[in-house]
């Protein structure tokens, strides 16, 4: 499909914002955590600012564009000027990550996603070069065309092409649900909806990542991946994802 054709552009630009953030001799291998998402924990996370990470994303990140109120984090979608620039992107958004690197066990988060055609809200983990390792990842993405669904994916050494859509049964925009996997060492990689097992790889399409891998979440719209995502076009107000949660248990 037409993001496994843009996986190497994709790598770059991953790989540079991820240089600009945290230097991967800084990046330990992280405990099991709970976070409610009160406030903003500088010792386990930080927010990406003033870059973009170029390719099909049409956004550039801001740490404004992070929030957290009400027991919530929020991550805003709008059309907010950039610091630096961001490689002349037409719209900010913001991208939460965290410091250190995780490696096999259960990553879940509880979220709210946007409902816009041409927008992506994420909660994932990735590893690439700015780490000193190949790129990792691992994908739970509600696309904004259709979110009475979840894509699935995962890329080792840069590979991927691995998506797989599930049916919900609701509509992730509507409400707060919780989303995991679990990634085993050697064997399986098992997403979860509500406590739902609702996929699993084993790597008989390719081989499963290895690395330890920073945990993320961001919103962000997409350009030149219509196929994919369907035009966006900016509704006039901003576009507001919110997490309630987010758990990670070490295997």
């Known amino acids: 499909m037409l993001r496994t054709r843009l996986t190497a552009l994709v790598l770059a630009t991953i790989g540079l914002t991820a240089v600009l953030s945290v230097p991967h001799a800084e990046a330990a291998i992280g405990p099991s955590f709970v976070d409610n998402l009160n406030s903003f924990d500088t010792g386990r996370w930080h927010k990406a600012d003033g870059y973009s990470n170029g390719g099909m994303f049409n956004a550039g990140w801001r740490a404004d564009h992070v ?8 991550i805003n979608l709008d059309t907010a ?18 410091n250190d690197l995780f490696t096999y066990g259960r990553f879940e988060a509880r979220l709210k996603a946007v409902k ?4 992506v809200t994420s909660f994932f983990t990735y ?17 904004g065309k259709n979110t009475n669904q979840l894509q699935t994916n995962y890329f080792t050494g840069g590979v991927g092409g691995h998506e797989t859509v599930i049916n919900l049964g609701f509509d992730a925009s509507a409400g707060y649900h919780d989303y995991a996997f679990e990634w085993w060492n050697g064997g399986t990689i098992n997403w979860f909806v509500d406590g739902r097992l609702v996929h699993q790889e084993n790597g008989s399409r390719g081989a499963l990542p290895t690395h330890p ?19 966006f076009r900016y509704p006039g ?5 919110t997490y309630d949660w987010v758990k990670y248990t070490r295997y």
């Open 67 to 74: 929030w957290f109120s009400g027991g919530v984090m929020g």
């Open 81 to 98: 000027s950039c610091p630096g620039g961001c490689s002349g992107k037409p719209y900010a958004s913001g991208e939460y990550r965290s």
């Open 116 to 119: 816009s055609p041409g927008t």
């Open 127 to 143: 590893t690439g070069p700015s780490d000193g390792q190949p790129w990792d990842e691992i994908d739970v993405e509600i696309l």
């Open 213 to 231: 891998q920073r945990i993320m979440m961001n919103l962000w719209p997409g350009v030149g991946v219509d196929g994919w995502l369907q035009p």
């Open 237 to 241: 107000r901003t576009l507001t994802a």
